[in-house]
């Protein structure tokens, strides 16, 4: 398989594509919250297993286990929030509009990492905001 982040990225897209619906399939005949937990505790099985299967030795340092703790934080807000906006609405309507996560992380890349502020960037981002508020609706 090739390494390249592209096909990553793809298979993250499509499997939280996949993810997103099979939540929404569950909140239809079980409580959010349960579907939530169970998600993430499964989810978190997997990262294990993929960690304790990796030929790499596991490393980390104290800066990286606090970022991983905010990181974590915020997921955990996140998922709150996207399981009890499936809970009030349409799948359709909270994962579009929660998939503008990347925004964020695009603005702060650039202001806290100096990543480059190009027109073609630009126009991406604001592209796709037209496209999340014309599914949104």
Do not use: C, H, K
Request: hydrophobic fraction near 60%.
């Amino acid at each position: 398989m090739s390494t390249s982040p592209v096909v990553f990225a793809l298979l993250a897209m499509v499997t939280w594509g996949l993810w997103a619906v099979l939540a929404d399939a569950a909140t239809q005949s079980t409580s959010p919250t349960v579907a939530m937990i169970v998600s993430y505790l499964v989810g978190t099985a997997l990262a294990g297993a993929y960690v304790l299967t990796r030929p790499n030795p596991v490393t980390y340092t104290r800066e990286g286990l606090l970022l991983a703790v905010g990181a974590g934080v915020f997921s955990g807000i996140a998922a709150v929030a996207f399981y009890a906006g499936l809970e009030r609405g349409s799948t359709g309507v909270v994962t579009t509009v929660s998939a503008l996560y990347f925004v964020v992380a695009a603005v702060l890349g650039v202001v806290l990492f100096d990543e480059p502020v190009t027109l073609q960037r630009v126009g991406g981002v604001g592209f796709a905001v037209v496209a999340v508020a014309l599914l949104a609706n």
